[in-house]
């Protein structure tokens, strides 16, 4: 058990939600980066965002629009930085790891971390009130040729890799390539569970989250996120048995707790932790538990903006 390492907190800022249900979700390099800054005061140590289109919010895959945030990021906080592996496309690997290799030689803008999720599954949304789905050939691909190709250019270029499994399948696919030699023994599991509305994952019950973590082998460390519902229950149970939690606007409008920007949503995971009497991880601390090489200094000392 790992319920004495201090908890891990990533903060998963807008994924690809739109504002319908909260406004306070950023779309903006300016924006996102604001949220970062919010994120990490409250706790976070992690930062996780997809590229969107200023105004409408729309899907973006600009290397131009991640170094702005990068750059924003570093020049104000520590966090690991861990953007989306590109998701406009979902076959062409060279798309897919641009944004993330523009910058992987400068010691200070290079991601700390990349996700790679094992494997393909259909995210057709579901109507429980008119009880049918929305669409019925919505299908996010990540072929095992895709994932290899991917998993090498991450092993050239050494980068860290999040491990995101949507099901213990997922999982099992994920230990081959350990075998392989592709995926590093050293990764971050994110388990996802999904919500009512998106039943392409596993349902945030304790008994998922025990199947989860009967696969996680000796050592690595994982974490608890739910896409499209409340981790709040989740999050309970991962903080007690050891793991670590992602939450954010991205994954969940949270709209029982009002408009709630990211930074409150990671101070309400932060205190559940004290309550539950875990410490909350720096991001000093998150690397050294993930096994992370100390990173290069910052060209500029930290400073925070106003919010």
Known sequence: MNDELPLIIECRCNEIAYREDNSALPYSPKEIIREAVRAWEAGASIFHWHGRDPDSGKPRNEVELYLEVIQGIREQTDLLIHPTLGYITQNQ???????????????????????VDFGSLNVDFWNPQAKKFTTYDQVYVNSRDNLRAVLEVFKEHNIYVSSVCWDVGQ??????????????????????????????????????????????PAG??????????????????????????????????????????????????AKMAHTLGREVATPAQTREILKMSPRASQSKELKVTAN
């Not at 499209?228 to 606007?249: E, P, Q, Y």
């Open 171 to 216: 999982m099992r696919t994920a230990r081959c390539f350990q075998e392989m030699g592709l995926l590093p023994q050293e990764t971050l599991w994110e388990f996802v569970f999904t919500g009512e509305v998106m039943p392409a994952g596993a349902a945030a019950t304790i008994s998922g989250l025990q199947a989860f973590i009967a696969e996680v």
């Open 93 to 115: 690997v060279e798309d897919r790891v641009r944004h993330i290799l523009a910058v992987n030689d400068d010691p200070v803008l290079r991601v700390d971390m990349a996700p």
């Open 220 to 269: 690595n460390q994982w974490l608890a996120l739910c896409w499209n519902g409340d981790v709040m229950r989740v999050a309970a149970w991962a903080i007690t048995m050891g793991g670590h939690v992602a939450i954010g606007l991205g994954d969940y409008a949270y709209t029982r707790f009002g408009k709630p920007h990211n930074g409150e949503l990671v101070d309400k995971i």
